[in-house]
């Protein structure tokens, strides 16, 4: 029964059995969250749960797949005692140039090229074969051209990162509603105002897919350039770590990876909400 029917049924005077009687709202809503957690981070806890029962009672080799809390404890103390703080603040700034200056080209590129289809035939066929190309395997050109200090390493992250962007953006710019332009152009808008008000904001959206995925390329690209020629970093922290067989603090590095993965999606999926709110 509702609370309007129970008020009702008191207000004649019936008398209600104590199974009538509603659950109380804080348990009602308290009820409400844990349900929403469990449907959308359920099979996350299970994971977890099993990989420490699973390390724990001995079902998996607890020394190549440690227990969690010895991997938080690992983090902590990394944390805790500054062991990572160079790490996390050179990783952060190889990608994040890398990122800038992958947004500050691909973004305006990838604008032009949407909206001016001749320049789009021209360089579609180079940018294609550049994409299908691994990064990767590039990275031994960008040592030799670049040298193996920090120039060859921000340059493998922002090529990686410089296509999602680009292309996202002139896919974007090229799903824009074409009558929300005519609609436009009949209203004497001049081709500025098109731009600034139909088809960046129809774009945004797109746009912020490619960002999005571009910021996770950025660290995953971050870990192989760090484990080829640095001492610093969180990636050379997981080699590192590896070679001395400190397999919990090894999956720390790479549970700190995961973090700032996290956070860096969410900031971007805010700025998204706040500049895109009309979609």
Not at 56 to 65: C, D, K, P
Not at 105 to 116: A, E, I, R
Request: proline share 4%.
């Amino acid at each position: 029964m509702s609370y309007e029917d129970i008020h009702h049924a008191r207000a004649y005077g019936f008398r209600l059995s104590p199974d009538a009687e509603p659950a109380p709202r804080w348990l009602s809503n308290a009820t409400g969250v844990i349900a929403q957690v469990l449907a959308r981070y359920g099979l996350v806890i299970a994971f977890l749960v099993l990989w420490q029962a699973a390390s724990t009672l001995g079902w998996v080799n607890a020394s190549i797949f440690p227990p969690l809390d010895q991997i938080l404890g690992a983090l902590w103390n990394a944390i805790a005692s500054g062991a990572f703080a160079d790490d996390i603040a050179i990783s952060l700034q190889r990608s994040g140039i890398a990122f800038v200056a992958a947004v500050g080209l691909g973004v305006p590129l990838g604008l032009f090229m949407g909206q001016v289809r001749a320049v789009e035939q021209a360089l579609d066929p180079l940018l294609q074969f550049f994409r299908q190309t691994s990064a990767l395997a590039l990275y031994p050109v960008f040592i030799l051209l670049l040298g193996l200090g920090e120039s060859s390493k921000v340059f493998v992250i922002f090529w990686a990162t410089l296509f999602p962007i680009l292309l996202s953006t002139i896919g974007g710019v090229k799903e824009v509603d074409r009558k929300l332009i005519e609609m436009a152009r009949t209203y004497g808008a001049g081709s500025l105002q098109i731009f600034s008000r139909v088809v960046l904001p129809a774009s945004m959206p797109a746009i912020f897919v490619g960002l999005r995925l571009s910021a996770t390329t950025a660290l995953l690209l971050l870990i192989a350039a760090e484990m080829i020629g640095a001492n610093k970093g969180i990636g050379f922290q997981v080699m590192n770590a590896q070679y001395n067989f400190q397999i919990p603090l090894m999956f720390a590095a790479i549970l700190l990876l995961a973090l700032l993965g996290l956070a860096a999606n969410a900031a971007l999926v805010f700025l998204q909400r706040r500049l895109c709110r009309w979609a």
